[in-house]
C-alpha cells in the first residue's frame, strides 16, 4: 500500500536558522499537502501542491513538489518560536496518508 | 461559522468494552474522514464517509466501524477495545474530493485500561 515517509523524525535549531523537513511516497501522487500540529494541539492545514515540480510560498516558508510527484519539502527561513510544533506532510490518492510528521523545537 | 466539534474530549475505557465518539463537521463540509493518532505518530487514516456511506477504508480491524448521517455528522465505534487503541481520535471534514484540505476537530482522547 501507499506509504509516505517523513525525515528527518526531530529537528533542534536556534531561533533565526533554516528548517527543512523531506516527505517521500512509495507512490505517485495526486497532491500533497503539509500540516503544522502544535503541541496538544490538532493538525492545521498549510498547503495544498498539486503540479509537478510546483513551488509556492508562504511568507518564511517555502514548499516544493518534485517533478515525478512523489516528493515534497517544506523549508522555513529565519526560524522563529512561533514555528514550534510538528510538520506532517499527506500525500493523496483518494484519501490523505500522512508521514510521522518532524518535529521541530526552536531554542530562543 | 462553527468548525469541526468532537464528542467527548476525554474517555476512559477498560479492555473489551466498546465506545462511541462523535463528530459534527464544519458546515458546509459533506465528507467526514477519521484518524487514529498514537503519541508521537503521524495520523493513521481509519476511514472516510460520504453520502452516508464509507467511501474509502484504511488497514484497520472490523472492529473499528462507522456511520455518517443525513446531516453530514459522523459516529466512530470501536468494539472489543484493547490496550493498543488508545490514542487521539482525529475527526476531519472536507468538502470531498481529494484535492479537499482537511479540517480537523480538536480530537478525542481514548485511554484504555
Known amino acids: 500500500g501507499q506509504q509516505v515517509m517523513q525525515i528527518p523524525q526531530y529537528q533542534h535549531v536556534q531561533e533565526g536558522e533554516d528548517f527543512t523537513t523531506y516527505c517521500n511516497s512509495s507512490t505517485t501522487l495526486s497532491n500533497i499537502q503539509w500540516y503544522k500540529q502544535r503541541p496538544g494541539g490538532h493538525p492545521v492545514f498549510l498547503i495544498q501542491l498539486v503540479k509537478s515540480g510546483e513551488v509556492k510560498k508562504q511568507k518564511r516558508l517555502t514548499f516544493q513538489f518534485g517533478e515525478a510527484k512523489k516528493n515534497s519539502s517544506l523549508h522555513i527561513t529565519a526560524t522563529q518560536t512561533t514555528d514550534v510544533g510538528t510538520y506532517f506532510c499527506g500525500g493523496s490518492q483518494g484519501n490523505l496518508i500522512f508521514g510521522k510528521g518532524t518535529k521541530l523545537s526552536v531554542k530562543p | 461559522d462553527a468548525g469541526v466539534t468532537q464528542s467527548p474530549t476525554h474517555l476512559i475505557k477498560t479492555r473489551g468494552q466498546q465506545v462511541t465518539l462523535r463528530c459534527s463537521p464544519k458546515s458546509g463540509h459533506d465528507t467526514v474522514s477519521w484518524y487514529q493518532q498514537a503519541l508521537g505518530q503521524g495520523p493513521q487514516f481509519i476511514f472516510q464517509y460520504y453520502e452516508e456511506e464509507e467511501r474509502q477504508r484504511g488497514n484497520f480491524p472490523d472492529r473499528f466501524s462507522g456511520h455518517q448521517f443525513p446531516n453530514y455528522s459522523s459516529e466512530l465505534n470501536v468494539n472489543a477495545l484493547l490496550l493498543g487503541d488508545s490514542a487521539l481520535y482525529l475527526c476531519?471534514?472536507?468538502?470531498?474530493?481529494?484535492?479537499?484540505?482537511?479540517?480537523f476537530g480538536n480530537g478525542t482522547r481514548l485511554t484504555v485500561t
Open positions: 476531519a471534514s472536507s468538502l470531498g474530493g481529494e484535492y479537499s484540505p482537511l479540517h
